[in-house]
């Protein structure tokens, strides 16, 4: 099966200093993979890498994603190339309604392809999401992220992803700040989603092995130091759960 996402030897620098040391890593087309580690070991690093984000310095190294080499995209090309990355504290934006947001975010992405909508359609996709995820009408109407619980931003992130039909997902702990119960809910928007869109692919990213019990990913990863040094199945989130990064 084709790799979506292919890293080779990747090392970053934030402030000249070295986080990520070599990391290799290939997720399939349609693949769960969870990505986890103490806190401090570079994960975060690697998702805001893969994103993006400028202050993240490749020294050394390859990312490909769907047959392109990421190093040559901007941010916002990612994005219409099909990555996501739902962030562990997303931004509040005042004065502009999550319906809204969404409205120009679907509109950057797919203006002048097949998938673009007029008004009257994107309201009918919209509706169709909320359905699916059992979402009541007038949470889109409020600002974006502003005055919102922990639970609630992560339940409009997960929203954003069912509006947006990204082709590569990462989560980087979605599971942060989350009671259980909220956590269950997150996750079974999660599923939802994964189940209409099968071929969207999803990379967890977290240290606390809870999320992955309501998740089952098809693979984990373990990063220490800069670099993933194991992987496995299910049975190694037992024994992380069991004995701990040690």
């Known amino acids: 099966m084709k790799y979506l996402l292919y890293i080779n030897n990747l090392k970053v620098c934030v ?5 990520l040391k070599g990391v290799n890593l290939e997720i399939k087309k349609g693949e769960i993979c ?3 580690g103490p806190n401090g070991s570079g994960k975060s690093t690697l ?3 893969i994103m993006g984000q ?5 020294l050394e190294g390859k990312i490909d994603f769907d047959g392109q080499d990421l190093r040559d995209l901007s941010v916002d090309k990612r994005a219409k190339a099909g990555i996501f ?3 562990q504290n997303p931004y509040e934006i005042e004065g502009i309604t999550l319906k809204d947001f969404l409205r120009y975010a679907y509109d950057s992405i797919y203006k002048n392809t097949e998938k673009q909508l007029d008004l009257k359609g994107f309201k009918k996709l919209l509706k169709e999401k909320m359905d699916l995820l059992q979402m009541d009408p ?3 109407e409020r600002f974006v992220n502003v005055g919102f619980s922990g639970g609630e931003k992560k339940k409009a992130e997960v929203l954003q992803i069912a509006v947006l039909q990204p082709k590569f997902i990462i989560f980087d702990e979605i599971d942060s700040g989350l009671d259980i119960d909220a956590l269950k809910i997150v996750c079974n928007y999660i599923k939802k989603i994964k189940k209409e869109l099968v071929e969207t692919t999803m990379l967890i990213i977290t240290h606390y092995p809870r999320i992955l019990e309501y998740l089952r990913p098809d693979r984990v990863c ?4 800069g670099k993933i040094i194991k992987s496995g199945g299910n049975d190694l989130i037992r024994e ?5 990064y040690e």
């Open 138 to 140: 007038e949470f889109v």
């Open 85 to 87: 990355l739902a962030m």
């Open 34 to 36: 969870a990505l986890m």
């Open 47 to 49: 998702a805001f890498t």
């Open 240 to 244: 992380i759960e069991m004995h701990g």
């Open 15 to 19: 402030d000249d200093k070295m986080i």
């Open 54 to 58: 400028t202050i993240y310095k490749i």
């Open 222 to 225: 373990v990063m220490h130091d």
